[in-house]
């Protein structure tokens, strides 16, 4: 069958869902962003890709491995700077604007639904285009601090590199020892973006804003996610706990396979093109 008339079918499908249950609230992974640029983490089988992001406390606790992010954020943070939203993010803003979206929850870090002219969203993992001091929280913008990390780090303007999921990039014979991080000057505090690492916590207010809606919303619809982080997951378990109608539109395994309503295998950008 050809991915056209999958997707096809697919949409008739989702369109079906809506209408069924018109006030919903959405769950976004990296899949969507695929078609804008962004690299996603994950294959088909839910499987890494490529080596686990960093950690929160290796960043936290280790100066080599606060270079080695930097320096690769020195490649991988204008790629995903410049990335634009893509027509998954403008079909979403539509069904938002004709009232189908009561809150739009998005695992993304990338911006770019905001950019679409998304109105009400949860941004569940932060925002890659904000960077936190960790000792005194004073705030910069992440243009701000790429460019003192480049003016320390002139030899690493140029290098060769394959973009990563959120602003990372694959370096390949690189000295990251040779890094140097620029500090908060404020405090001389650690700089992090202001996202949640792996072995963080998503912020508790993000989350019981999200379940609330949730629990007053007629369905949920999972878009390019494999919900196998279970800051994701949790919302797909308490939705069927409340009787709530699951969709999923995603290429691939994901973690709520068992649990959901409705599952679309299909590609997102040529499925959501076709809704009315």
């Known amino acids: 069958m050809s991915e056209i008339l999958i997707a096809q079918l697919a949409a008739a499908k989702l369109q079906t869902f809506i209408e069924k249950h018109p006030r ?47 320096a690769r954020s020195l490649a991988g943070w204008p790629m995903m700077r410049d990335a634009q939203p893509n027509a998954s993010h403008n079909k979403l803003t539509e069904l938002e604007k004709a009232g189908h979206i009561s809150l739009l929850i998005t695992q993304n870090v990338d911006g770019l ?18 960077v936190l001091c960790m000792a005194c929280a004073a705030n910069y913008t992440r243009n701000q601090v790429h460019d003192w990390m480049l003016e320390l780090n002139p030899s ?19 000295d990251f020892g040779l890094f140097k991080v620029s500090d908060c000057p404020v405090c001389e505090g650690i700089l992090k973006p202001d996202v949640v690492f792996f072995g963080d916590n998503v912020p508790r207010q993000h989350v019981e804003r999200s379940l609330k809606q949730l629990k007053k919303a007629d369905g949920l619809l999972v878009i390019g996610s494999s919900l196998m982080v279970y800051s994701g997951f949790r919302f797909c378990k308490r939705a069927h706990e409340w ?6 539109l995603t290429l ?19 499925t959501l093109e076709q809704l009315s």
């Open 24 to 70: 919903l609230v959405i769950l976004t992974g990296a899949g969507i962003s695929t078609d804008s640029g962004i690299p996603d983490y994950r294959d088909h089988n839910a499987q890494w890709k490529r080596k686990q992001p960093v950690q929160h406390n290796d960043f936290m606790s280790s100066l080599a491995t606060r270079q080695r992010f930097w």
């Open 113 to 130: 639904h905001q950019e679409a002219g998304q109105k009400n969203i949860i941004d569940l993992h932060g925002r890659s285009d904000n």
């Open 156 to 174: 690493f303007k140029n290098l060769q590199a394959v973009a990563a999921p959120d602003g990372d990039a694959d370096l390949e014979r690189v």
């Open 243 to 248: 009787g709530i109608p699951i969709a999923a």
């Open 252 to 270: 691939g395994k994901t973690r709520a396979d068992e649990l959901l309503t409705l599952k679309l295998n299909s590609p997102i950008k040529e």
